[in-house]
């Protein structure tokens, strides 16, 4: 195992290869401090549409707000048309704190797709590249791309869409090993993905299926990329963050949390979307997240609708309260 794998993202270092992917409703400011501090090396914004940024909109500039314990982070655009991508990635570049400028290339749902953005690119490596460097001869901060292996397995343009973006000025590449077709259904490709790894000279953040420490490992040395990017393996679950960073390093495992640990670590991502959001905002976006911490746990189930059904930030800190001192009596009952 290696015990220094830093890296770089042009002239910005990042201490370690571990990365969080950009997630829609996810990946706000408050579970990137999160993820920060379970020692991630580099988290990525929940995407930023350029035609809701040229509107200034309310929504969409809150959606940007950096907190200096995220650095490096990234803010990821997306959009289908030169004049308002550039000017999006120009915003981003001198009014935000953001390090990073991402550009979404591989977004595969309907309304992202119809707007001729997100993978839609991945059938054109020529519209790749001068989309490319529209936006890196138009700003000063590291650009990177987020694509897909490609359109379906008809299109496959992986490597040479990979390789127009590093031509047109990409300090790095992240790429999940699916289809637009796929979606988030079947197995990632990694034999794709390590041809992409053997072509490009800039990083590769290898994405897709890397729901373990062990797995990660093999992203990085079979598969050959630079960096890892892990998704929905860290919802509900930032520990595993820090059991990669550390299994990376050292070879060893970390133990798994306690449901206290789990159950606290959801009420302190509760307070985190509270303080963003307002009370009412913050607290109904948790019901999204509030599934994943309680997933696999036992006897859950009531406190999930519970959860579901609540309505403010303290009737959730109480719900979250009473099970987590029930699991501790029916702990106390097994070893009586």
Request: glycine share 6%; proline share 3%; charged share 25%.
């Amino acid at each position: 195992m290696k015990t220094n794998r830093a890296w770089k993202i042009g002239d910005l270092k990042i201490d370690n290869p571990v990365v969080v992917a950009p997630m829609a409703g996810v990946t706000n400011s408050a579970f990137r401090l999160i993820c920060k501090n379970f020692g991630a090396g580099l988290v990525v914004c929940e995407m930023i549409s350029d035609r809701a940024l040229m509107y200034n909109n309310k929504k969409t500039l809150q959606m940007m707000n950096v907190e200096a314990a995220e650095h490096p982070m990234s803010i990821q655009i997306f959009g289908g048309s030169k004049e308002t991508l550039v000017e999006a990635a120009k915003f981003i570049d001198q009014k935000t704190a953001a390090d990073i400028i991402d550009i979404n290339m591989g977004c595969p749902v309907n309304k992202v797709v119809k707007t001729d953005a997100g993978a839609r690119w991945l059938l054109d490596p020529q519209k790749v590249y001068e989309m490319v460097s529209y936006v890196t001869d138009a700003v000063s901060k590291p650009v990177t791309v987020k694509m897909r292996t490609g359109w379906d397995d008809d299109h496959l343009y992986a490597v040479q869409n990979a390789l127009a973006a590093e031509k047109a000025g990409a300090s790095a590449i992240a790429m999940h090993g699916r289809t637009r077709e796929q979606m988030y259904s079947g197995h990632a490709n990694w034999e794709i993905l390590k041809e992409v790894a053997d072509a490009l000279t800039i990083p590769l953040m290898g994405n897709g299926d890397v729901t373990s420490p062990q797995m990660a490992a093999q992203m990085l040395d079979e598969v050959g990329a630079t960096a890892v990017m892990m998704g929905r393996a860290v919802e509900g679950n930032p520990w595993i963050l820090r059991q990669t960073e550390h299994y990376l390093s050292t070879g060893e495992l970390l133990p798994v949390p306690t449901v206290a640990e789990r159950m606290q670590m959801a009420k302190d991502h509760l307070h985190g979307l509270v303080q963003l959001k307002g009370d009412r905002v913050g607290a109904h976006q948790f019901r999204g997240h509030a599934a994943y911490y309680l997933k696999g746990v036992s006897h859950s189930a009531r406190t999930k609708v519970a959860l579901f059904n609540a309505d403010s930030e303290a009737q959730m800190d109480q719900i979250i309260d009473d099970f987590v001192a029930k699991t501790e009596q029916r702990q106390k009952k097994k070893t009586c």
